[in-house]
């Protein structure tokens, strides 16, 4: 019986020998003869075109360990999923003159090579790196024993079932070939002992994350991996490169037993075990693939974190990237809009700016808005077609897209990971609003004030303190914004400093009402609120609440100061009259025309985008922007002539 265990482990002790030695630091390891003899294929995790190919042993001496190239990552299950990966990478067999050996047994031969550089890879795994980091952590203290144990998962038992079982009988069979010209039976009787391999793909992740924490953390436990690393064993591989080769096996076998029942002669008795083989892996296999996409996710996220610069409050394994790509930032005091890049992730967005010279970080983060109580919403801006708006609590983007359809692919997938967190977070029970709610809402409600950042109203939407209602002009009255409402006021009404919450409390500008409701603090006697003139009716509300409203352009000498465009709303509420403002969130209109009784008269020949309003001598000219718009702008303005106000079924909106 000793005889007999001494001829199972002959096979494989030529191959661990050359392992032996990496226990000792700086020991001459020569690893590349062994690989070259094996032909492992698709081992070599390298960025190279063949990766499977020998490396020079000079070549390995001295460099840096290398890391799992996105190339490889992404290819490895094209890989996996046809015989192309093995082609190169035959077996070294030269029959004798005239004869040819069976498709069948080269396929086996191929088997058995693989194996056997693969039980090497195991004993590196084993008797190197997870020997020597428990001799470390039970010398030193300095790490858990724990912790190696759970990063290595069950890799002992995975590692004597191929050395002991599984390569031996391989290699009995290959000798007897000419005898029994089958191998189907011998996987058979030994593949209910893959499913040990479930435990260690479930592991996998924990066990990479467990490796990358205690890398950083401790001194001892990085100073062994990168002396077994640097060895000649590890062919300037890291230790992440090793422990994903158990991941990959599985995959293999699978292919290799698929192209060996190809291969067999209709009726060759081997077909139906190597079948029933076969059936026996595949749910293994499964595992496997489920383990490379999630190395692939991990590898795309560290990708994704170095173009960030490697922030500390950024990095999270955990975190699962959803959508990234360029934006436009609709700025509310530069008229065009400016170069923006997204990072939406399952917990947060990442708002950032390209960089011009893109040297490590290519991006520079501005803005973390917590997916957590976000909110998006589609913005009807003639100016900005195809822009939303995206309101969290640290901030709020007004954005623009490069078109229709991308402008909803980023709203769906904000929406998508806001009801994710919504559903795992119990404290927030109320449905997130849909893509199809209210999209005119413009304020904050008054229970959020400082709780969120608000949407800055843009300067050119207003020419007026949008609290005191006077003029804004570039010398004694410039425009400031509120923190807390996001309103447009002057410095004598945003003259007060409040803490707000989303900005970590900090002291910032805001209006005096905001200031009088975060504070509590009644205001100064000079600054109550006047009595509201008659011109002081809101374009906020009257264009959200209007039966029309746009742009027209005022013809003729009549406006006089006026300029030669104003926002012109005919309010719900006060339908028979039309308001002209300066522009669009102005709290004041700088005119008011009573429409009852004034004729209205369509366009001319010369310009049909022309309408007129008469009355006693009083004319007023405007011109649409199309003559859709200016027949829909005088059938409004005869029904208010005409003293109609809403209420009548028949009757729709007419605004723009």
């Not at 990085?222 to 590890?234: C, K, M, Y």
């Not at 909110?375 to 801006?381: A, G, H, I, Y």
């Not at 404290?427 to 229970?447: I, N, P």
């Amino acid at each position: 019986m000793e005889q007999e265990s001494k001829e199972k482990l002959a096979s494989v002790s030529s191959l661990v020998t050359v392992f032996e030695n990496s226990r000792t630091p700086g020991a001459a390891i020569r690893v590349s003869k062994l690989e070259a003899e094996c032909h492992l294929p698709g081992y070599s995790l390298t960025p190279s075109a063949e990766p499977w190919k020998e490396s020079h042993v000079g070549e390995s001496l001295g460099s840096e360990p290398r890391t799992v190239s996105r190339r490889y990552l992404n290819s490895l299950k094209n890989k996996l999923s046809s015989g192309a990966w093995r082609k190169p990478c035959q077996p070294e067999i030269h029959p004798g003159p005239g004869t040819q050996m069976p498709e069948e047994k080269r396929i086996v031969q191929e088997l058995l090579e693989t194996e056997k550089a693969y039980v090497a890879r195991l004993h590196l795994l084993d008797q190197v790196f997870f020997q020597e980091l428990l001799r470390e952590a039970r010398s030193s203290k300095a790490f858990p024993e724990d912790v190696v144990r759970l990063i290595f998962s069950n890799i002992s038992s995975i590692y004597q079932f191929h050395a002991q079982f599984f390569l031996p009988e391989l290699q009995r069979r290959l000798d007897d070939w000419t005898a029994t010209p089958r191998i189907g039976d011998v996987i058979q009787k030994l593949a209910p002992f893959l499913k040990m391999y479930s435990e260690y793909v479930k592991n996998f992740e924990r066990a990479a994350e467990l490796l990358a924490t205690w890398t950083d953390k401790s001194a001892p436990f990085q100073e062994v991996i990168t002396r077994i690393q640097s060895s000649e064993a590890s062919g300037s591989l890291t230790l992440q490169h090793h422990m994903l080769e158990p991941v990959q096996r599985i995959p293999r076998y699978e292919l290799l037993l698929k192209e060996y029942i190809q291969k067999l002669p209709a009726q060759a008795p081997d077909r139906a075990d190597a079948q029933k083989a076969l059936d026996m892996i595949f749910s293994a296999a499964q595992h496997s693939n489920s383990a490379i996409t999630e190395m692939e996710r991990l590898q795309d996220l560290w990708e994704v974190y170095q173009r960030l610069g490697l922030e500390d409050d950024i990095v999270d394994p955990s975190n699962t990237l959803l959508r990234e790509g360029p934006v436009l930032k609709i700025s509310f005091r530069r008229s065009d809009p400016m170069e923006r890049y997204l990072f939406l992730f399952n917990n947060m967005l990442l708002y950032c700016v390209p960089k011009v010279i893109q040297v490590g970080a290519h991006f520079q983060v501005r803005t973390r808005i917590d997916v957590a109580g976000m909110k998006v919403r589609e913005l009807t801006d003639a100016e900005f077609p195809h822009s939303f708006l995206v309101s969290g609590k640290q901030r709020t983007l007004e954005l623009q897209a490069r078109s229709q359809e991308e402008m909803i692919s980023w709203m769906q997938a904000c929406q998508a990971a806001i009801d994710q967190i919504e559903k795992r977070n119990e404290t927030f029970k109320a449905a997130v609003q849909g893509l199809e709610g209210d999209t005119q809402e413009q304020e904050l409600q008054s229970e959020e004030l400082g709780l969120r950042a608000p949407q800055w109203v843009r300067d050119k939407m207003v020419t007026m303190c949008m609290r005191c209602k006077e003029p804004f002009n570039a010398l004694t009255r410039r425009r400031h914004h509120c923190r807390a409402c996001g309103y447009v006021v002057c410095a004598k009404c945003s003259d007060y400093r409040a803490e707000l919450k989303y900005n970590d409390n900090r002291p910032n500008r805001v209006c005096f009402h905001c200031y009088t409701f975060l504070t509590g603090s009644v205001l100064p006697e000079d600054k109550e609120d006047r009595r509201r003139g008659i011109l002081e009716k809101g374009s906020v509300a009257g264009s959200e609440q209007s039966l029309m409203c746009s742009f027209l352009q005022l013809v003729g000498d009549k406006w006089g100061k006026s300029g030669p465009r104003g926002w012109c709303v005919i309010p719900q509420d006060d339908p028979l009259v039309l308001y002209i403002y300066a522009a669009p969130q102005d709290m004041r209109a700088h005119t008011s025309i009573p429409l009852l009784g004034y004729q209205v008269t369509a366009g001319t020949q010369a310009d049909p985008r022309l309408f007129q309003l008469q009355q006693s001598g009083q004319l007023y000219t405007f011109k649409a922007e199309t003559e859709e718009l200016r027949d829909r702008w005088v059938k409004a303005m005869e029904r208010a002539a005409s003293g109609w106000s809403p209420g009548r079924p028949d009757d729709g909106d007419l605004s723009d």
